[in-house]
């Protein structure tokens, strides 16, 4: 159960520090969805290479193999330089299958990087740093290469060269390097990258230099293994601010996946955040109806209410639970599954907080979510309703019951997932450990709708913890006081189910 699960009041199973979960493979997964959106890396393949792309439309390189074509860009010549420097660089901007491996067998990075020195050809500076910004996009062992090689210190120089594009090209060749991970980012980030990367985020920065700036920003908040320096939040942070502000869809995506990044991490980082002054911004991203931007949005808001009682009330005061009635109902079903996980861990929270959710009428909608949704959205719905019934209050709890909550938590019983059935299970017990003077309508409940057969059968589960829970209560609520021997000689009860509706009705 381990890190994905954080802080169960002490009335079932869970450990007390599950039931407010942090985010793990579940980011992966969506990750990987958003890929072709949100590009770790990104090499640049301008039109014009993708249609003409061979040797021979070069002037002095046509019909050279790799080979030669590095062994000629070693020329003293400044323009047999360029010119194959050029070349290699429209090779590694093919669409598809660049011969990034050949090239860097054939020596032509240590050639690249040598010519970022070269002050008085800018051209020459350019080119080689388009080259290298394509040779970082590819693996992990091809960007170490690069940086292997000592591209970092002089791309971090060429950030104040006097020429825009070799600038906004450097830019993007440590975007690469720092998205290969948290080590590379480290290392790119010793270098001093950091301060000249905010400095060009300024009113008058060009839209297509600052899009690419901020997609940096947010490689420089990716990864928590280790979490970036706190230094280097800090310093982000007010640009960060400025940035979620912006018109720009593309600018605003990156801007809050930045700021996912950052809140997917310690409270203390998480406090960072909040006080940079974002959460309202990012609670108004919550009716965007570009999902390019809505999805880190919801992201950023639902690691924030992971935190402390005291930082998940912050997001409520910004309002955001008044977006969650149509996030709940959001056509796409990753948008729902990440609000069904928001609202889980604010109902891991205090009474007023659950009660908060109670008044923003959104228990019905994470009952139908438990109900019908997604598999994945409904292991999100579970923990809700079970967090729900760790941490309200009698009436809160008996609320979730006359919203329906009992059939849709008895149908996952028979899921193949133990952890979800510890938690419907123990969200069940604490029903009934909490609606005392109610019990036999809740046991009818359970039994009409088929649990009484789940829990039942979960007696004879493997998991320890789950053939406990179920045991007791069956022993407990359903159950005749007899025991009786099994066919191994070990005492489990003589089930009798009470199947009689309690005198007067039911009162939920």
């Not at 079932?12 to 493979?25: F, I, N, Q, T, V």
């Not at 928590?224 to 310093?235: A, F, L, M, Y």
């Not at 018109?247 to 406090?271: F, K, M, N, P, R």
Request: contains cysteine.
């Amino acid at each position: 159960m381990s890190d994905r699960l954080k802080s169960f009041k002490n009335k079932g199973l869970l450990d007390a520090d599950e039931s407010r979960r942090r985010r793990k493979e579940g980011a992966v997964e969506l990750r990987k969805e958003k890929r072709a959106e949100n590009m770790l890396k990104r090499r640049n393949i301008p039109l014009e290479d993708i249609e003409d792309d061979s040797f021979e439309q070069i002037n002095g390189t046509g019909g050279l193999s790799l080979y030669e074509l590095v062994a000629q860009a070693k020329s003293a010549d400044p323009t047999v330089k360029l010119t194959c420097v050029q070349q290699a660089r429209k090779e590694l901007s093919k669409g598809t299958n660049p011969p990034i491996d050949e090239l860097i067998s054939a020596g032509i990075v240590p050639i690249l990087v040598e010519s970022l020195d070269d002050d008085e050809n800018a051209a020459l500076q350019f080119e080689a740093t388009w080259a290298l910004t394509n040779i970082a996009s590819g693996t992990s062992v091809q960007t170490r290469e690069v940086v292997a090689k000592g591209a970092v210190p002089k791309f971090v120089r060429l950030l104040s060269s006097p020429h825009e594009h070799v600038r906004e090209q450097s830019v993007w060749a440590l975007g690469n390097i720092i998205g290969d991970g948290s080590e590379c980012r480290d290392f790119v980030i010793h270098h001093g990258v950091t301060d000249p990367i905010i400095a060009f985020v300024t009113p008058n920065t060009p839209l297509t230099f600052l899009r690419n700036i901020v997609w940096v920003i947010a490689n420089l908040c990716r990864n928590k293994d280790p979490p970036p320096p706190t230094e280097t939040v800090q310093k982000v942070l007010p640009a960060l601010f400025a940035l979620v502000q912006h018109e720009d869809s593309e600018v605003l995506t990156d801007a809050c996946w930045a700021l996912s990044y950052l809140t997917d991490g310690a409270d203390d980082q998480i406090q960072m955040v909040i006080n940079s002054g974002v959460t309202p911004y990012l609670v108004e991203h919550l009716a965007q109806s570009d999902v390019r931007v809505l999805t880190p949005a919801v992201r950023a808001v639902g690691n924030i209410v992971t935190g402390s009682a005291t930082q998940t009330q912050t997001a409520l005061d910004s309002g955001c639970l008044s977006y969650f009635p149509a996030l709940l109902q959001h056509h796409k079903e990753t948008i729902k599954k990440e609000a069904v996980w928001t609202i889980s861990n604010i109902t891991a929270g205090t009474k007023d907080q659950i009660q908060a959710v109670i008044d923003h009428n959104l228990i019905p909608l994470v009952v139908n979510a438990l109900a019908t949704a997604d598999f994945n959205t409904q292991k999100e719905a579970a923990w809700s309703v079970s967090n729900m019934t760790a941490n309200g209050s009698p009436d809160q709890i008996s609320y979730l019951i006359r919203q329906g909550a009992v059939p849709g938590m008895c149908n996952l019983l028979s899921v193949r997932d133990p952890q979800i059935v510890q938690v419907l299970l123990d969200g069940i017990n604490n029903m009934l450990e909490t609606c005392k003077q109610d019990t036999d309508s809740l046991c009818t409940i359970i039994e009409d709708c088929g649990g009484l057969d789940k829990i039942e059968e979960l007696q004879k589960h493997q998991n320890k913890q789950i053939y406990k829970l179920a045991f007791d209560i069956i022993a407990k609520y359903f159950s005749s006081e007899d025991y009786i021997e099994n066919e191994d000689g070990e005492e489990q009860f003589n089930f009798q189910a009470n199947t009689a509706a309690p005198e007067g009705g039911f009162k939920f």
